[in-house]
């Protein structure tokens, strides 16, 4: 064991002397946490809200049929099942339930999470099932039949692995899996993408294509749009470079000529090329963030005439784009308020309209288009303390409401604001504030990520409004650099050694609350998970004077071995190598595992995990709180022994989860 990690053994994830000491922390923490009147009512009140039948069912249109995964408190596990659009509009459509997960999971003793489906179109009849143990991202691939209503037998099958499976007819798939030795990635995903033949033994499946081992992943896509149908295949060499190939009638692939950090799609004709960079093309540089589109056919012979569709400025970003059958709709952020565009192509160019029905301090979300058929699409909506909405509308139609979910939580006279901290370098960052009626001053919950992309945007949450906001507390949400909030140049300021810009800048949103005076540094929490735990992990050992309680979720915090453990080196276009000396230098200087000390004024702080977590490995918060013990520090610990990265693998655990951690925050930050 090295000297410098004594702590090393608690990355074996099953292994006996591990799994004991997580027992013992658990039994610790729950001990402390779990149990009083408090505790259970906020707990049985989460889990009414996550199976109530009155929530809104969220639906997938696939030939004639809306398709359904469902959980509740009779079916832990989940259903999946169907029904037609002018049954889906009653109170209580009638479903045909197609798989009963929880009966599946009790024939076969196994814990099974659903993880989605593959239908092959047009026939809608046969799926590519994906069920996970415990909630790993690893699943096993099996061929269902949705008119039998049953797996196929003797159809295609895979066993668990990171696999990537799709359809190209009825009788061959694309996969990517484990193959043998060599044929993964060193972030654990596939490196070889083959063509398997219904019948035949996947050993004699044939080879699509082969990246390196230092790739993130490769994976192979057929379109079977009519008229329109192609073969992709992607070499993802980084988490935001990838090279785009088309695959030609005779398995040779072509190029297609657009910058590695542009995400592409084909629709029908039309090229469209999302810029992370600025990429000049003749005389013309388009800037990143810049959606672009082009003919497909004529771009791939050469010609360059491209279409501006977006342009970022310094307030407004694309945060996404969905196709109907003849238009396009932008879902686009101004200072993190969503609006959307309906863009027409036609003989004279492009046009525009505005989609209309999005309210202020709302989200909306096209959920589902039927690109193949129609110009339908299905949008949903929610706010801070406005419940979901779904809508079916036709581009240049009315909309219709189908579905209104009820309200979880009393949200009667609270305030939602908008507001701006000033970073240490002088950059704006935007945040949001849930005021309960009392007002400000009281305990106050930060909830920030700031990485991947990733945007946190205004919505409804149950769980949040159940256990912090109905009991007066002040809810938080940062819109840190890192995030895509306001496009790539937002996501990559704080990328590698500018990391510390987005710690910087959640550390400016916490003093600018005291200094609003909306609460103060003993009654502010904050909590994150994942990348997030990695902040609030920052946040515990750089700024621990700005909290009063902290939680840490599913985190990364050793960032010595990050790229070591599970899917970690598919990050490191992220954070960095470690392994490179001058990468290390500007990561230890953050990384929680390293710099823990003690003597330091840090606050109360639960660490949350799951054993089921293959994305994040547990070891890291096993290892931090084990090195903060021996420091002197008091720190509660809870693992779920299933659950994946979600840290939950059904609506009993997640309510559970919730309990413990609204329960911490508050006995720590209302007394």
């Not at 515990?540 to 899917?567: N, S, W």
Request: proline share 6%; charged share 25%.
């Amino acid at each position: 064991m090295p000297a410098d990690d004594p702590y090393l053994w608690l990355e074996d994830v099953t292994g006996e002397d591990a799994l004991a000491w997580v027992r013992a922390q658990n039994e610790r923490t729950l001990g402390a946490l779990s149990g009083s009147e408090e505790f259970e009512a906020l707990r049985a009140g989460v889990l009414a809200a996550l199976d109530s039948d009155e929530r809104i069912p969220y639906v997938r249109r696939r030939g004639e049929f809306l398709y359904n995964y469902w959980q509740d408190a009779e079916h832990p596990r989940g259903l999946w099942r169907r029904t037609t659009l002018d049954s889906y509009r009653d109170e209580r459509p009638d479903w045909q339930v197609l798989l009963d997960l929880d009966a599946v999971a009790a024939a076969e003793g196994e814990n099974w999470v659903w993880k989605g489906a593959a239908v092959l179109r047009p026939e809608y009849r046969l799926a590519l099932v994906q069920l996970s143990r415990g909630g790993a991202d690893a699943v096993v691939v099996r061929e269902f039949d949705l008119e039998a209503g049953d797996f196929v037998s003797g159809g295609f099958s895979l066993p668990e692995a990171k696999s990537s499976v799709g359809w190209l007819d009825a009788d061959r798939v694309f996969v990517g899996t484990d193959f043998g030795p060599g044929t993964l990635t060193s972030s654990g995903y596939p490196r070889v993408v083959k063509e398997w033949r219904r019948g035949t033994p996947l050993d004699t499946a044939t080879v699509v294509y082969a990246g390196k081992t230092d790739d993130v992943w490769n994976r192979a896509h057929h379109d079977s749009t009519e008229g329109f149908e192609r073969t992709f295949v992607r070499r993802a060499m980084t988490f935001y470079t990838a090279e785009k190939f088309l695959r030609a009638d005779d398995g040779g692939l072509v190029r297609i000529e657009v910058p590695d950090d542009a995400e592409t799609d084909v629709h029908r004709e039309w090229l469209l090329i999302g810029l992370r960079t600025p990429w000049t093309v003749g005389a013309t540089t388009h800037p990143a963030g810049a959606l672009l589109a082009t003919p497909f056919d004529d771009f791939l012979a050469g010609g360059r005439e491209l279409t501006t569709l977006f342009t970022p400025d310094a307030h407004t970003s694309l945060t996404g784009h969905v196709w109907t059958r003849n238009h396009l709709v932008l879902s686009i952020l101004r200072d993190v308020q969503t609006r959307m565009e309906v863009l027409t192509p036609g003989p004279d160019g492009w046009s525009r309209e505005p989609l209309a029905g999005v309210r202020e301090f709302e989200t909306a979300d096209v959920v589902g288009t039927d690109p193949h058929q129609s110009d339908e699409y299905l949008i949903s909506s929610s706010g801070y303390t406005v419940p979901s909405e779904l809508r079916l509308g036709h581009v240049g139609g009315e909309v219709e409401v189908l579905k209104r979910a009820p309200a979880f939580f009393d949200a009667e006279g609270m305030t939602v604001a908008q507001h701006f901290a000033t970073s240490d370098d002088g950059t704006r960052v935007p945040y949001f504030v849930v005021t309960p009626p009392g007002g400000p001053g009281g305990p106050t919950l930060l909830n920030a990520y700031g990485g991947f992309e990733v945007s946190l945007r205004p919505g409804y949450n149950s769980a949040a409004g159940l256990g912090w906001l109905s009991r007066g507390g002040t809810y938080v949400v940062a819109n840190l650099r890192g995030g895509g909030e306001y496009g790539p140049e937002w996501h990559q300021s704080a990328l590698r050694e500018n990391r510390s810009r987005a710690y910087e800048d959640c550390a400016a949103v916490a003093r600018d609350l005291v200094a609003r005076g909306i609460t103060t540094p003993e009654r502010l929490g904050i909590r994150g998970g994942s990348n997030g735990g990695l902040l609030v992990g920052v946040m515990l050992t750089r700024y621990p004077e700005l909290f009063g309680a902290i939680v840490c979720q599913v985190p990364l915090l050793d960032m010595k071995r990050y790229h070591l453990l599970l899917a970690g080196a598919s990050w490191m276009a992220e954070y960095g190598d470690p392994d490179e000396p001058a990468d290390w230098e500007f990561i230890k200087e953050y990384s929680p595992y390293q710099n823990a000390r003690a003597g330091r004024p840090y606050p109360p702080t639960l660490f949350m995990t799951s054993t089921r977590d293959d994305r994040v490995h547990p070891g890291h918060a096993r290892k931090m709180v084990a090195k903060l013990h021996d420091l002197g520090y008091d720190v509660p610990y809870h693992e779920n022994i299933e659950g994946g990265h979600g840290a939950a693998a059904d609506n009993e655990q997640s309510a559970f989860m919730w309990a413990l951690t609204y329960t911490f925050l508050w006995d720590t930050l209302a007394e």
